[in-house]
Every structure is written in C-alpha cells, then in structure tokens.
Nanobody
C-alpha cells in the first residue's frame, strides 16, 4: 500500500507563490511517474502536472509557464512550485502516481493540501 502526505498549501494573494511537497511511502514502485492533481469545489479532480522518473514533464494548459513540477527520487518526494497564482488556482491539491494517460495510478489518496488564492 502506498501513502501520500501533501503539505505546503495556504492562503496567498493573487500573484503570489507557494511550494507544495508530497512525500510518498509504502510499497512505492521505483520507476513511477508522479503527478499533482487538484479539485476545486463542485469540480472534478483534474491533472495539474506530471513528471516521469526521468524528469520529463507535462502540464495542464492553465498552469503552463507558472507552475513547475520536480522530484527527488532518493526521497520519494515530489514538489510543485506555483508562481503567479490566480484565484482560479484555489483547490485542494493531491499527488499520486500517474499512468501514461495521466490517470491516477493508485487508488489511495492523501488528505491533500488546501491552496486558497484570494485578496
């Protein structure tokens, strides 16, 4: 079983920055793509960014140029640097393994971390 613990969220003004972290533990396959997802109230959970074990990345169009995903394989940790935040980025952010088609790999989710962008 794989466990994810997300952290780093908070309240920030539009234009501000946050850095999220996700620590994965348990029976984590070594070469797994990882991703950040988010879910805003009333919306479906959506992919934000994905990174392969080799460091290749892809992003949702809405965050391209503003967010950067990275990972530390030795620590089983994934990061999301979020700059130029907008009110529409407000959501609970989660991490998970990611399939080639970007669907989440594991059925278990962490508690997520709340990001609120508001003036």
């Amino acid at each position: 079983q794989v466990q994810f613990v997300e952290s780093g969220g908070g309240l920030v003004q539009p234009g501000g920055s946050l850095r999220l972290s996700c620590a994965a533990s348990g029976s984590m396959p070594r070469f797994v793509a990882m991703a950040w997802y988010r879910q805003a109230p009333g919306n479906e959970r959506e992919l934000v960014a994905r990174i392969t074990s080799g460091g290749d990345t892809n992003y949702a169009d809405s965050v391209k140029g503003r967010f950067t995903i990275s990972r530390d394989n030795a620590k089983n940790t994934v990061y999301l640097q979020m700059n130029s935040l907008k009110t529409e980025d407000t959501a609970v952010y989660y991490c998970n393994g990611a399939r080639v088609d970007s669907r989440p790999l594991f059925g278990s989710w962490g508690q997520g971390t709340q990001v609120t962008v508001s003036s």
